[in-house]
């Protein structure tokens, strides 16, 4: 299970050197930002140099073809340094939003393989969390504030280079003074931050408080619930008002601290240094000159605070992303997998098929299944509520590998077979169908994407859909809306049932819908479900009596065995849960029938 704890515990910041691992393939980009890099560093240091020639050679010589002279060499180092700061910064924020990308696409790629069972013990909320706002920092990190720092150390360390060597005596002092002016603005700088973190779980929260209304907007309209929900939203807003508040007035205390300190201590330098020039030990140059490098000095380390958060916060959804990465899915191809027959005819052999869900480990979900199935059979599994039906028609999928026994498809176990490749002979509808956000075209050709409209309208017109779907405003290129909101129920059967059509598949596998369907809309979906049937092996887990009729065989399951086998007729006779299970499910349909 991922450690959701992770979020507050790891700040080192070595947790964020896999993330390097997807620096590697732009090298000479990196290469070059750091040539850009240092050269602009070293250009702003040299600023300084070029200030005490301006001002000794050409204002206290004054000498006007000396200031011309330095002028220029200004002009030069200005235009370096503009040039430089403009490849660095492209390059550099170029490689943020390339790793993040890149990250994003690594992450997502990987979860799709996973095991399905690794999302019931992972809330999908946290790992598209993961996704999006983890690869946000990283890209803010990679894409400047890793850069900020590398820069800021250079500048720090030229800085005070340069200090000690011109002037020892000042800069013993400056040194002491710059703890004292960098400790506050680390303070506060340390607690806008984290008012800027709890401003923004607060507007997350409206968004998220938003977003559920919205949902549930005929039962928040229905249950005549608006005005609590203005109350508590209006609540959610002003406490993330509130946060924001705070969080500006620390920044505003923050500017003119720093604005205090900073030309409080330049006062402080030339006035000291001020003595020196005027007892002729400094030049004015020289001074100007060092008033810069402390500041130089001082402004790094500011900047080294403030980025230093950052990349504890980067260290924090590296390792986070790192864990999605390593996941190691339990459902993979065989090493070797071996090759289905080229005329795949649809043949099942379940034996002594024992399964436990990984979440309850003692309590098992199938026990000693022995199913037989031979090509183009139908297959009726029913009984009670939690009888293992579903469970088996998942471990059919492999979605799940069993405990103890085997499936085999064509007579190979699934287990040596490539997923894809037997997955391509299956179709599976689910009780529940589900769409996806897009039109009934890409609705329908989901797990055929080649398919022509040809073999789509045929399949629509196999599962009854045709007409309901000619009647949508703008027919097939119809939005459905999230999961097929814009359908009925039994609608999205029926469309679900022409996408496992068009597969035209070997194995089918059906769960029935228990939601109770009109008698006319049922009538349509039973007879696109025989039409379905036939010709193909199907296990179908059955609610209807239509359906079970038509089985070649029926399992009746309960507490995950396969209590009985046979036809409607015999087992009517032979076993009595089943002959209670029909007594109560079918009766209503065999009275309309009879
Ligand atoms: N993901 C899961 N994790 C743990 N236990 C599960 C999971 N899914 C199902 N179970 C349990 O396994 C047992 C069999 O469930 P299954 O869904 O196969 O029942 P079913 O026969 O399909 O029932 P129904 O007719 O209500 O759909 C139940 O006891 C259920 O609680
Ligand atoms: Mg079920």
Not at 316 to 323: D, N, Q, S, Y
Not at 432 to 455: H, I, M, R
């Amino acid at each position: 299970m991922l450690d959701t704890s992770s979020r507050a515990k790891s700040k080192q910041l070595s947790n964020f050197l896999p993330a390097f691992r997807f620096l590697r393939p732009y090298k000479w980009r990196i290469l070059l930002a750091g040539i850009a890099l240092v050269t602009t560093a070293g250009v702003s240091l040299s600023l300084g140099q070029g200030l005490r020639l301006l001002i000794d050679q050409g204002f206290v010589a004054g000498s006007s073809e000396a200031l011309t002279q330095t002028l220029l060499l200004f002009l030069v180092l200005v235009t370096l340094l503009a040039l430089g700061t403009f490849l660095r910064f492209y390059l550099v924020s170029w490689l943020g939003e390339r790793v993040s990308a890149d990250l994003r696409k690594a992450v997502f790629r990987h979860l799709l393989q996973l095991h399905p069972g690794f999302f019931e013990t992972n809330l999908s909320g946290e790992i598209q969390a993961r996704i999006t706002a983890d690869t946000t920092v990283l890209q803010t990190v990679i894409g400047s504030s890793l850069s900020v720092a590398l820069r800021n150390v250079l500048l720090f360390l030229g800085g005070i280079a340069w200090l000690f060597w011109t002037n020892p005596k000042l800069t013993s002092i400056v040194l002491i003074a710059v703890p004292l002016l960098v400790s506050p603005v680390v303070i506060f700088g340390r607690r806008v931050r984290r008012l800027s973190r709890t401003s923004q779980d607060k507007v997350a929260s409206v968004g998220a408080y938003v977003g559920e209304a919205l949902q549930h907007i005929k039962i928040v309209q229905g249950m005549n619930h608006q005005q609590v929900d203005e109350k508590s939203f209006s609540q959610h807003v002003e406490s993330a008002f509130d946060a924001g508040i705070q969080r500006i007035r620390q920044r505003a205390f923050l500017i003119a601290i720093v604005m205090l300190l900073v030309l409080g201590s330049v006062g402080g330098m030339l006035w000291v240094g001020g003595q020196d020039v005027l007892a002729g030990r400094v030049t004015p140059g020289e001074l100007a000159a060092f008033v810069f490098y402390a500041l130089i000095v001082a402004s790094s380390l500011g900047f080294l605070s403030e980025v230093i958060g950052d990349l504890q916060r980067a260290a924090g959804a590296t390792e986070r992303l790192m864990e999605l990465l390593e996941a190691k899915s339990e459902i993979t191809d065989p090493i070797s997998p071996q090759s289905l027959p080229s005329l795949v005819r649809g043949s099942l052999e379940i034996n002594d098929l024992h399964f436990c869900y990984p979440s309850r480990p003692d309590s098992f979900a199938l026990q000693a299944v022995n199913l037989n199935i031979e090509p183009g059979m139908t297959m009726a599994l029913v009984g009670p509520s939690g009888a293992g039906k579903s469970t088996l028609l998942e471990l059919l999928l492999r979605f799940y590998d069993p405990l103890q026994g085997s499936i085999h498809f064509e007579g190979i176990d699934l287990r040596y077979l490539a997923l894809q490749e037997f997955r391509r002979h299956i179709a599976f509808v689910p009780q529940q169908p589900t769409l996806f956000s897009a039109n009934v075209w890409e609705n329908l050709c989901y797990g055929q994407p080649d398919a022509s409209k040809e073999e789509m309208l045929a399949a629509t017109r196999d599962a009854n859909a045709e007409e309901f779907l000619d009647k949508l405003p703008q027919g097939f290129d119809s939005f459905l809306g999230e999961q097929g909101v814009r359908l009925s129920g039994g609608q999205r059967q029926r469309l679900a049932i022409a996408r496992a059509i068009l597969r035209d598949p070997k194995l089918l596998l059906l769960d029935e819908a228990t939601s109770a369907l009109d008698a006319e809309s049922e009538r349509m979906v039973q007879e696109a479900l025989l039409r379905l049937m036939q010709e193909r092996t199907t296990i179908v887990i059955a609610h209807r009596l239509a359906t079970v009729i038509h089985a070649d065989q029926i399992a009746v399951m309960d507490q995950g065995r396969v209590v009985a086998l046979g036809t409607h007729q015999q087992l009517l006779h032979s076993s009595p849960l089943y002959s209670r299970l029909a007594e109560l499910q079918f009766r209503q349909e065999a009275v309309q029938a009879a």
